[in-house]
């Protein structure tokens, strides 16, 4: 079993940034990809970022040039660095982390964006 725990959420100005961190803990592969998901209120949760385990990256087109995904592979976290955020930033954001067919959910962490 994998458990994820996320921190790093609050409340933060349009414009402002902020860092989340995702911590894995348990029977973790090498091989993994984590990943940022995102849910506003009343909306589905969509993908943000993904970073495989060499490194390579994906992003939402929204959240292109402002978000950046990186990860500490010895330490089994991952980061997601919020910057020039904006109102439809808001939501849960949950970290996943994929190992072969298994998938792991951390229980979020709220990201309020607002003046």
């Known amino acids: 079993q994998v458990q994820l725990v996320e921190s790093g959420g609050g409340l933060v100005q349009p414009g402002g940034s902020l860092r989340l961190s995702c911590l894995a803990t348990g029977n973790i592969d090498r091989v993994n990809v984590m990943s940022w998901f995102r849910q506003p209120p009343g909306q589905q949760r969509r993908l943000v970022a993904a970073i495989a385990p060499a490194g390579t990256t994906t992003y939402a087109d929204s959240v292109k040039g402002r978000f950046d995904i990186s990860r500490d592979v010895a330490k089994n976290m991952a980061f997601l660095q919020l910057n020039n955020v904006r109102l439809d930033d808001s939501g849960v954001y949950y970290c996943?982390?994929?190992?072969?067919?298994?998938?792991?959910w951390g229980q979020g962490t709220q990201v309020t964006v607002s003046s």
């Open positions: 996943k982390l994929q190992q072969g067919f298994d998938e792991y």
